[in-house]
């Protein structure tokens, strides 16, 4: 019974963790801010990507929600720049070897790790700026990541939910 409770008490735990971190400066007043645009050095790139898109898309809906209208740059409270950082991790996958011998207190014993590959992934990080002090004011970055291989419709579900949730703890205080 013990461990039942202790069971639930770990998923329980596990559900609270968030998926997004974020940072803002508490010298700002939030409640000041009523219009936004997405800034003007964006991409470096001419074109907009599949996943861009996907991201700009739900960064409109999620500042719709909050009340907070789309203007042209020169208009705008608050400039939304967003990138999609790589990082590197190593991954084991499957299961080391080893073999041994022995007798009594004594014996010897060779093993191998499993085989251990370098993944990329990428993780969303979305800054909103004051547009007059160009100072970032509030930063969300997620924790999930989009992996190569996702399908476009997992890659845009994903974007959405983690978009939802960066934006869930906007403005900051509310909490």
């Known amino acids: 019974m013990r461990f039942l409770i202790l069971t639930m008490c770990v998923i329980a735990m596990t559900g609270c963790a968030s998926n997004v971190v974020t940072d803002y400066n508490s010298s700002v007043v939030f409640g000041n801010y009523s219009s936004w645009a997405f800034a003007d050095n964006q991409s470096s790139s001419s074109f907009t990507s599949l996943d861009g898109s996907r991201i700009q898309q739900a960064i409109e809906r999620e500042l719709n929600r ?3 209208r789309k203007t042209p740059v020169a208009e705008a409270d608050l400039l939304v ?53 160009k100072n970032v004011v509030w930063r969300a970055a997620s924790r999930r990541y ?18 939802a949730e960066m934006f869930s703890k906007y403005p900051p205080g509310l909490d």
């Open 66 to 68: 909050k009340a907070l």
């Open 81 to 133: 720049n967003w990138q999609i950082v790589t990082e590197e991790r190593l991954e084991q996958t499957g299961l080391g070897l080893g073999f041994g011998f022995g007798r009594g207190n004594f014996g010897w014993a060779l093993s191998a790790p499993p085989p251990v590959r370098e993944v990329e992934e990428g993780k969303l990080v979305v800054e909103l700026a004051d547009s007059e002090t």
């Open 146 to 163: 989009l992996n190569e291989d996702q399908s476009p419709e997992t890659r845009r579900k994903l974007i959405d939910e983690v978009v």
